[in-house]
């Protein structure tokens, strides 16, 4: 039998793509060479229908190209007899806290994706929650969940030791409302001397890199409005708030709102330190900096220098800020954590808002990753996390209930740290869970059989 050729494409070369995408790929080729030749590509000329039809299997990663040229692309390559397989692990609809919501309902980007699962030949997804509402839209869905390989030098075991027992987050640049959750109990550790002498906090992944956007009235309205004497704050808020739609701000004429109507213009510039959700995310885990007596290393963090360390602060310090880290080393920091957050917000009461169903469908990542390190995780008592029945409270993790989501994380940080053999316990039931069921090795066992069946279906 000839090796089933397969293409594996995603758009983008960030953290999904490395999870989902190229991992995988790689692992699937080094398992089985004999049954499938693999190309890997985050760029692709589909107008070159001689180089495409070279493949029996197209596995992409949310999208193949840009979001409205879509239907005819995989018209054209289902015509060819491809099999065309989507991969998504985040909900299409993105809440209105989402950095990408207002481009993504500028530009419909959630109907195209919705258009997609419902054409292509088949879908993979990550958990059981997601794939329960693929299913209302396309029927062949296959849970491959994200998996972590043993063999990779970052995820392998090799805790460093500390006089401190270190609490930490890695994570991204998103998460700001998640990270609002630990805010009241950061607050209440900084003011308990008993908990902060023990503890050192960790926070992995600072980035400064970026720029930001500052939609404004062009200068040129601005005059307008200045001559007319309507160039006040108030007024101002209100053309914002409307999307600089004068239309829709009362205190404007008629006449104005008729012959001014393209008023704004973006500016980019390079973003700022304390623009950064990354420097909110400090201030969060250090109560503003009220955790941290020596004022010379407050002073030295003010500074941003991302590659100029303090003497010592390993060692002495109750907070470490860890500049970001290549995707194929992030991992590490685990090495330095002995306990692991992952604070999911539950907004109100309403479980199928969008808000909560984009929490809903994440995948127990977090957990994952820690588990590989022995560490073990408070999490929020959410469906991504708590959907595999395998992660059980007080054995390997401790869940947060989210009616006291703002509370309990300073309960059970204390809890640990004051019993630090229950912190080894549940990071060694941890490390069996997830190096049992969550091995990339398993994982691609099932990837291979779908393919197969695909195939000879």
């Not at 193949?64 to 015509?79: A, E, G, Q, S, V």
């Not at 460093?160 to 270190?166: C, G, K, P």
């Not at 941003?304 to 920091?333: A, H």
């Amino acid at each position: 039998m000839s090796k089933i050729n397969i293409l594996f494409f995603n758009k983008t070369t960030n953290g999904v793509y490395y999870f989902r995408t190229s991992r995988p790929a790689i692992k699937l080729q080094e398992l089985y060479p004999d049954t499938f030749n693999i190309d890997i590509k985050s760029e692709f000329d589909w107008d070159d229908d001689e180089k495409i039809k070279k493949y029996q299997i197209i596995h992409f990663h949310t999208t193949l190209t840009d979001y409205d040229k879509m239907p005819d692309l995989l018209t054209k390559i289902k015509k060819m007899g491809i099999i065309t397989i989507m991969d998504i692990d985040d909900y299409w609809e993105l809440p209105a806290t989402h950095p990408l919501h207002t481009k993504y309902t500028a530009l419909k980007i959630n109907k195209s994706i919705k258009e997609s699962l419902i054409s292509v030949d088949h879908v993979t997804t990550t958990t059981p929650v997601f794939a329960g509402l693929i299913k209302k839209l396309n029927k062949n869905v296959t849970i491959l969940p994200n998996g972590l390989d043993s063999d990779e030098p970052q995820w392998k075991y090799g805790k460093t030791s500390s006089s401190f027992t270190r609490v930490g987050w890695l994570g991204g640049s998103q998460h700001l409302h998640d990270m609002g959750l630990l805010e009241n109990s950061f607050n209440r550790i900084s003011s308990d001397s008993s908990l902060s002498k023990k503890m050192q906090v960790q926070l992995f992944g600072f980035d400064l890199r970026g720029k930001i956007n500052i939609i404004r009235i062009k200068e040129e309205f601005g005059k307008v409005l200045r001559a007319a004497g309507m160039f006040t704050p108030k007024i101002i808020k209100k053309i914002e708030e409307a999307n600089f739609d004068l239309r829709r701000v009362p205190e404007i004429p008629p006449i104005m709102a008729n012959d001014y109507q393209n008023i704004s213009e973006t500016i980019t510039r390079p973003i700022m330190p304390k623009e950064t959700p990354w420097y909110q995310y400090e201030r969060i885990l250090t109560n503003n900096y009220k955790l941290i007596s020596d004022k010379d290393y407050v002073e030295h963090l003010h500074l941003f220098n991302l590659n100029k360390t303090y003497p010592d602060q390993e060692e002495t310090q109750p907070y470490i800020r860890n500049k970001t880290q290549p995707i194929s080393k992030y991992g590490e920091g685990y090495r330095k954590i002995d306990i692991s957050l992952a604070p999911l917000r539950f907004f109100g009461k309403n479980e199928n808002s969008v808000d909560n169903i984009y929490q809903s469908v994440k995948s127990p990542l977090k957990l994952i990753e820690s588990g590989f390190h022995k560490t073990p995780v408070i999490c929020s008592n959410l469906p991504a996390y708590n959907h595999d029945k395998n992660f059980k409270d007080g054995y390997n993790v401790f869940f947060v209930d989210p009616k006291r989501q703002e509370k309990d994380w300073y309960k059970l940080i204390k809890r640990l740290i004051n019993n630090p053999e229950q912190i080894s316990d549940m990071g060694e039931a941890l490390y069996e869970t997830v190096t049992e069921h969550y091995n990339l090795n398993k994982i691609t066992n099932t990837r291979a059989e779908l393919y197969e069946t695909l195939i000879k279906y």
